[in-house]
């Protein structure tokens, strides 16, 4: 919905014309982001979420009750729940917690050793979006992902976690780093750096047995956002990695400020009458360079696009981190990576590959893509389902193969009722243009080409 009007000024012909992109029609008012939550955990050492719930206009949901379910999958496919010290699933309780003022819900997750995959799944139970009767209706929001493990070099049992405050950080802080290990080793060296911008802007190491934690200062540079990176050297001289991002508060050191005095020099309001003349205060740091400009606010009222704001410049200068995601990776080399550190090691020991570009320049095709292949893999070889599942996450978005195989197939079905439960001539007829270009002579005995040639 997109309400708009316009309006023709008389005296000059002048038209204009405005439209409101805010009005939103929607499922549910709340969306969940989990974007601030790491895509791997270390196998046997704790793991935190962080995930912000916000009402659809972008701002934040408040107080909100959430229910967290948190399950995860071990190497003999036992399922076990992980919200406190992990038990059995049919024992598991559903726990219920409130977003804070900023809308966030943060918990941690106990990760056993043998785990090798975690499913989290977090539902608002507001009751005024539940509307009982013939046909319940529920337009509270749900968001539920899959969290892989972190792979350690050789398929060893080295790991390392660090973890910050949950909080906005504010220069001249001065704030603890924890440093998990899954071995309690006391001869190592943990060795700490931190990125901000592009730069490096510290450095440090200590012997384990010698620190609880690291102790870091908040300095200029990491405003507004900045990167830790934490390692030691483990057995068979193999690099054990972590990092994390945090925030700081989006603020200047000197803080200008200008107002209007009269001729005695006493704060005269926003607003004075023409002819009267005033005089501005300007309070800075002694020797700070201070433009002003004068606008008719009739100009920003009708067009304020390029006026520059505090939000604005803190956003640009976001613009210069080098990494990408909340932290952490698939592997050290990964750590590094999204950490948007190169590393150049002589004897090999850490393959951190070239960056392709300043900033990230990870493919979203592409990530679709491997997320498709994987959820691809429950089917095994049964064409039909894997057919049915990509063309119905093509066609209907996302959830899993069997929601998405299934309503592609009941969409089939209206359009082709004499379809069968096997692949047939009528499905092929979805993939025909496809069939001419590979110039297959037996469609359904090539579907596997076919769905390659889909995917890529």
């Known amino acids: 919905l997109v309400p708009g009007d316009h309006r023709i000024e008389e005296a000059t012909g002048h038209f204009e014309n405005a439209s409101d992109t805010s009005v939103k029609i929607v499922n549910s008012p709340y969306i969940f982001s989990r974007e601030r939550t790491v895509q791997y955990f270390k196998k046997g ?79 608002t139970f507001d009751q005024d979006l539940i509307v009982r009767g013939a046909e319940e209706m529920n337009s509270n929001a749900e968001l539920t992902f899959v969290l892989r493990p972190y792979e350690s070099p050789e398929n060893g049992n080295e790991y390392l976690v660090i973890r910050t405050p949950d909080q906005v950080f504010t220069y001249g802080n001065t704030f603890t780093l924890d440093l998990f290990l899954e071995r309690q080793r006391i001869d190592i060296f943990i060795h700490v750096f931190v990125i901000a911008r592009g730069k490096i802007i510290h450095y440090g190491s200590d012997q384990v047995g010698n620190i609880d934690g690291y102790q870091i ?17 483990g057995e068979n001289n193999h690099i054990i990695a972590d990092s994390v991002r945090i925030e700081v508060r989006r603020e200047c050191l000197n803080q200008v400020t200008v107002g209007l005095v009269d001729i005695d020099r006493r704060p005269f309001g926003d607003n004075a009458e023409p002819n009267i003349p005033v005089q501005f205060r300007i ?23 390029h006026r520059l704001t505090s939000k604005k410049m803190f956003s640009t200068m976001d613009t210069q981190d080098t990494g990408c995601g909340p932290g952490g990776g698939r592997t050290s080399e990964h750590i590094f990576k999204n950490a948007g550190v190169t590393v150049m090691a002589s004897d090999g020991s850490l393959n951190v590959g070239d960056r392709e570009g300043i900033h990230c320049v990870a493919d979203a095709n592409s990530r679709r893509r491997r997320s498709l292949e994987e959820l691809l893999e429950e089917f095994d070889n049964d064409e039909r389902k894997i057919f049915a599942c990509s063309r119905g996450h093509r066609r209907l978005g996302s959830g899993s193969c069997n929601e998405t195989s299934e309503r592609f197939q009941r969409l089939a079905r209206k359009k082709f009722p004499e379809m ?22 037996n469609p359904v005995s090539e579907i596997g080409q076919i769905l390659q040639l889909l995917l890529n």
């Open 217 to 233: 200062t908040v300095t200029p540079e990491m405003i507004p956002s900045a990167r830790i990176v934490a390692y030691f050297i």
């Open 420 to 441: 069968t439960e096997d692949v047939g001539d009528e499905l092929i007829e979805f993939l025909s243009p496809a069939v001419r270009r590979l110039r297959v002579t």
């Open 283 to 305: 309070a800075a740091k002694p020797g700070t360079d201070v433009s002003l400009i004068a606008v008719d606010k009739a100009v920003l009222l009708l067009r304020d696009f």
């Open 45 to 123: 050492l704790p793991f935190q979420v962080k995930t912000e719930l916000k009402y659809t206009n972008g701002r934040p949901a408040p107080l909100v009750p959430v229910r967290v379910v948190a399950t995860g999958k071990l190497s003999d496919n036992t399922l076990v729940s992980l919200r406190d010290e992990p038990h059995n699933i049919n024992d598991q309780r559903e726990i219920t917690d409130n977003t804070d003022r900023q809308g966030e819900v943060n918990f941690n997750l106990y990760v056993p050793i043998g785990c090798e995959e975690i499913t989290v799944n977090l539902v």
